[in-house]
């Protein structure tokens, strides 16, 4: 589910599968919305008797009609995030006839209309002066025979930031930020356990030239276990929190600070919920919940989770520094 639209009036569901978890994949478009903004949508029901228009409870889903759905495969375990406007959604990869993906797309919420990006990557498929350091070649001149020394420039990767896509993977991390559309982890193979292994990468997309980047200072993450398949994810501020999943089903919580290309781990106190795939990770207001998931003999799980981060004084330092996080179990009341 993606928090998109206006104000991030809209929360949106993309595709899925409807069968035994690996088949039925769909490629529909669902929001959840207040009543007074579902009017508005294209396909949207009448609201039913009793419920004035300007309501703010209950609220309603509503099927989206799109345009250039026939673009789109259908899949699920799929990424998606939603630009820093909430106008456009981003969805990536994920497992489409039980195979894993690696393509983008994208939905403009303004239109409703789905389009293919058309990305590019590669080494050294766009190449300019930046990616070029100046060296000091020294060479042996056979006509004079003295030693002439030379400066030019020689392309090194670690000045080269434009990186091959992502390798097709489902149960990845999307978010975007300061325009780049960040993708972590995932897993491959064609289901949950019983094929493939885990990614713990970084790669992100330039949403302004569509290249792929593999970010200068980035490392791959030290804490693997975190972000393989199917783990949950929310960006809090720059640092992208990640939370148990992979083939091992952890429970172990980390960061990536997108500004500052660092990773961590907090001193986690208090019970840990059980290792899991397929949960989510969600930011309200200045807390942090955990929901549900899946894990073998457990099927799917119902639990919810907060997980409370101690302040420190200097907020910029708040999760390394104040070092410790608590999980709460949260009590909902249904009325």
Wanted: aromatic fraction near 10%.
């Amino acid at each position: 589910m993606v928090t998109c639209g206006p104000n991030g009036i809209y929360a949106l569901v993309f595709g899925g599968m409807t069968d035994s978890g690996y088949f039925g994949e769909t490629n529909t478009v669902t929001v959840l919305t207040q009543p007074r903004h579902a009017e508005q949508l294209p396909g949207a029901p009448d609201l039913p008797a009793g419920i004035p228009s300007d309501a703010t409870e209950p609220l309603v889903w509503v099927p989206i009609t799109t345009q250039g759905l026939a673009a789109v495969a259908d899949r699920g375990y799929h990424a998606a995030a939603a630009s820093e406007d909430g106008m456009q959604v981003y969805i990536f990869g994920g497992i489409s006839r039980r195979q894993s993906r690696n393509d983008v797309a994208v939905l403009d919420v303004a239109t409703w209309t789905w389009r293919v990006v058309e990305t590019t990557g590669g080494v050294w498929s766009c190449v300019n002066l930046t990616m070029f350091v100046p060296c000091c070649l020294t060479l042996f001149d056979t006509n004079t025979h003295c030693i002439v020394s030379q400066s030019i420039c020689f392309p090194t990767p670690l000045q080269n930031n434009i990186g091959d896509p992502p390798a097709p993977r489902f149960g990845a991390s999307a978010a975007v930020y300061n325009h780049h559309l960040w993708i972590v982890g995932g897993g491959w193979g064609y289901d949950l356990l019983r094929s493939g292994g885990d990614h713990d990468d970084v790669h992100c997309l330039n949403l302004t030239t569509n290249q792929w980047q593999r970010p200068k200072g980035y490392r791959d993450c030290p804490y693997s276990s975190s972000v393989g398949r199917c783990h949950a994810a929310a960006l809090v501020g720059s640092k992208l929190v990640f939370f148990g999943g992979g083939l091992e089903m952890s429970n172990d919580l980390c960061w990536l600070d997108l500004e500052t290309a660092q990773w961590g781990a907090p001193n986690v106190v208090g019970p840990r919920p059980q290792g899991r795939l397929s949960a989510s990770l969600t930011v309200l207001g200045d807390r942090v919940f955990m929901f549900g998931g899946w894990m073998p003999g457990c099927h799917e799980l119902g639990d919810l989770h907060e997980v409370c981060c101690f302040e420190s004084h200097d907020a910029a330092l708040e999760w390394e520094h104040a070092g410790s996080h608590k999980w709460y179990v949260v009590v909902v009341v249904v009325l």
